[in-house]
Nanobody, 121 residues
């Protein structure tokens, strides 16, 4: 599976962005999809994950109520809608694919190249 993330950019605090991650291959619907982020000087951290069917989602506490992960298996695409953005959300955001739900980067086998989100105060 090859993953291509897009949709990052510069936004003011309180604004919104929608990230997309397009996947190649016919097995996309078999994978759990996740979003991670990495701020400068920090470790990569889990943001959200969605099951293969879309019926189950998980979020890190800091984004609950602000971010929404979704997927369209017909389009081989996973999305991350980010609302009420804060400066501390600034990071490179990565999409990733795994066989099982989880919040550890080690659980994810395939990674996209990352897209930069910058939130100005």
């Amino acid at each position: 599976v090859q993953l291509q993330a897009s949709g990052g950019g510069l936004v003011q605090a309180g604004g919104s962005l929608r990230l997309s991650c397009a996947a190649s291959g016919r097995t996309f619907s078999s994978y759990v999809m996740g979003w991670f982020r990495q701020a400068p000087g920090k470790e990569r951290e889990f943001v959200a994950a969605i099951s293969w069917s879309g019926g189950s989602t998980e979020y890190t506490d800091s984004v609950k109520g602000r971010f929404t992960i979704s997927r369209d298996n017909a389009k081989n695409t996973v999305y991350l809608r980010m609302n009420s953005l804060k400066p501390e959300d600034t990071a490179v955001y990565y999409c990733a694919a795994a066989l099982l739900m989880g919040n550890s980067p080690a659980s994810y086998r395939y990674w996209g190249q990352g897209t930069l989100v910058t939130v100005s105060s």
